[in-house]
């Protein structure tokens, strides 16, 4: 059975960094996804169970990093130089079959909570 949970959202001033944590267990693929204000839910970044198939969201690389654990139950969202468009709950998403850099919120069966990010101007 696979369990995802997050953590870590909190507000914080535009320019700041923040790090969030996705624990999981029993996955094989997991990706991170975000639902800001106004739009539909986006993927922000994937990485599977053995440190591979690392993908970040193009308009976000450069700011956002994907990491794990050296146990890999827990998966980190790194997001620097925050903008009050990063605005949102943020959500990890994971599953067992092959979703190598999968964007599509769809496809990923077993989803935390969420975690609210604010970003303020």
């Known amino acids: 059975q696979i369990q995802v949970a997050e953590s870590g959202g909190d507000s914080v001033e535009a320019g700041g960094s923040l790090t969030l944590s996705c624990h999981a267990s029993?996955?094989?693929?997991l990706a991170w996804f975000r639902q800001t204000p106004g739009k539909k839910r986006e993927a922000v970044a994937t990485?599977?169970?053995?440190?591979?198939?690392?993908h970040v969201r193009d308009s976000l690389k450069g700011r956002f990093i994907i990491s794990q654990d050296s146990a890999k139950t827990t998966t980190y969202l790194q997001m620097n130089s925050l903008e009050p468009d990063d605005t949102g709950t943020y959500y990890c998403?994971?599953?067992?079959?092959?979703?190598?850099?999968?964007?599509?919120?769809?496809?990923?069966?077993?989803w935390g909570q969420g975690t609210q990010v604010t970003v303020s101007s």
């Open positions: 990485i599977n169970a053995w440190g591979g198939c690392v």
């Open positions: 998403a994971a599953d067992s079959r092959y979703l190598c850099t999968e964007t599509s919120a769809s496809r990923y069966r077993y």
């Open positions: 029993g996955y094989s693929y």
